[in-house]
């Protein structure tokens, strides 16, 4: 069964810092593309950060560079996103997603998979 569980998130003052953690169960981890997203209320869903299955390339969204960074331990099945000096604006609930594309396994062929986690909820606020 797939699992990702994020935590780490809560109530922070503006300019603080919080790290979230996806602890991924039931699928080879290491073989998938780890990324963060947030949706803010009333807003679509956005990518924050995303880090490749070796952690080679990383890329984040414009409004966090500089202040997140993204980070994986294939031997833990975990990714992290470590956020620093954190602003209202990042007030969102954070979703991990794990994401394989499409291959060929011989003459067969492996559709794309990907699999969310619940969502952790965070808030900055004074």
């Known amino acids: 069964q797939v699992q990702l569980v994020e935590s780490g998130g809560g109530l922070v003052q503006p300019g603080g810092s919080l790290r979230l953690s996806c602890a991924a169960s039931?699928?080879?981890?290491?073989?998938?593309?780890m990324s963060w997203y947030r949706q803010a209320p009333g807003k679509e869903r956005e990518l924050v950060a995303e880090?490749?299955?070796?952690?080679?390339?990383?890329n984040y969204a414009d409004s966090v560079k500089g202040r997140f960074t993204i980070s994986r331990d294939n031997a833990k099945n975990t990714v992290y996103l470590q956020m620093n000096s954190l602003k209202p604006e990042d007030t969102a609930v954070y979703y991990c997603?794990?994401?394989?594309?499409?291959?060929?396994?011989?003459?067969?062929?492996?559709?794309?998979?990907?699999?969310w986690g619940q969502g952790t909820q965070v808030t900055v606020s004074s």
């Open positions: 997603n794990a994401d394989r594309g499409p291959y060929y396994s011989g003459t067969s062929f492996v559709p794309r998979r990907s699999y």
């Open positions: 039931g699928f080879t981890f290491s073989s998938y593309a």
């Open positions: 880090i490749t299955n070796t952690g080679g390339r990383i």
